[in-house]
């Protein structure tokens, strides 16, 4: 096999994958099943192998034995200590006896103990300081109404606008402290409310929900336009145009 039928047999055999999974958006087919089954299978072999070079070889195995000294690197003594986790990962593999499958939930209750108990800190270090965020000024400390950009701006100006509030500032931060607080609103769930003003303010933090929800959901299908966009410029560019387009030139 010659180098240019290498070269294009490589990715028409993409081209065909691409179309056959994209062929879903018709009706579920035969090709689809088949392309599934192939990336499904190529991803499963590639984090097989990204589990080891990524996370076992370089947070356990060598750690456990150590690394051996080289110019410049004094080495590192192994922590043998660590091959007792080997034993409580390979019982997860009970779960495929009938007979022995209570093994199985030694170490799933090892995890689910060890992951709970780091979720407390985990939980601080993620919401806390979004809580202290929430609290925003709201009164402007000056008359002008648009922050002056940094590059216009001298260090000791940039400390000074730093903590200044400028009328722009003050009105984004309104917006979103009205934002959080009709939110909170449409969460009490605990108890009736009959105050006029909180049923309201809970009716704006709905829409303000249906709002950001929204957003988000748009820039997921943004997203899967990119993916689209860039594997049809696959499609056509690099395969149409060039591969196609360049091997009838040479007939």
């Known amino acids: ?39 499904l299978g190529l991803a499963s072999g590639y984090a097989l192998v990204a589990m080891w070079t990524e996370t076992l070889k370089a947070g356990w195995w060598d750690k456990m034995i150590g690394t051996a000294a080289s110019p410049g690197h004094p080495g590192q003594m192994g922590y043998w200590i660590y091959a ?22 030694i170490p799933v209750g090892i995890i689910i103990g060890l992951y709970s108990g780091q979720q407390f800190q985990a939980w601080q270090n993620r919401y806390i300081d979004q809580v202290s965020d929430s609290v925003k000024p709201v009164v402007p400390t000056t008359s002008e109404f648009f922050r002056p950009s940094p590059l216009t701006l001298t260090p000791d100006q940039l400390k000074t606008t730093g903590h200044t509030v400028f009328v722009s500032d003050a009105v984004s931060n309104l917006i979103f402290v009205i934002t959080v ?41 943004m997203m899967r336009f990119s993916l689209l966009i860039d594997r049809m410029a696959f499609v056509f560019d690099d395969f149409l145009r060039e591969q196609v387009w360049h091997q009838m030139l040479h007939r």
Do not use: D
Not at 188 to 205: P, Y
């Open 1 to 39: 096999m010659s180098f240019l039928e290498y070269a294009f047999i490589k990715p028409l055999v993409g081209v065909i994958l691409t179309l056959g999974l994209y062929s879903m958006l018709y009706r579920e087919n035969k090709l689809y099943r088949v392309c599934e089954h192939i990336f």
């Open 84 to 105: 007792i986790l080997a034993p409580i990962g390979l019982m997860a593999y009970f779960v495929f006896s009938k007979k022995h499958n209570w093994i199985s939930r």
């Open 181 to 221: 607080l009709c939110v909170l609103c449409y969460f009490l769930f605990s108890f009736e409310v009959n105050n006029k003003l909180i049923s309201r303010a809970s009716l704006m933090g709905r829409w303000l929900l249906m709002i950001g929800f929204g957003a988000i959901f748009g820039s997921t299908v």
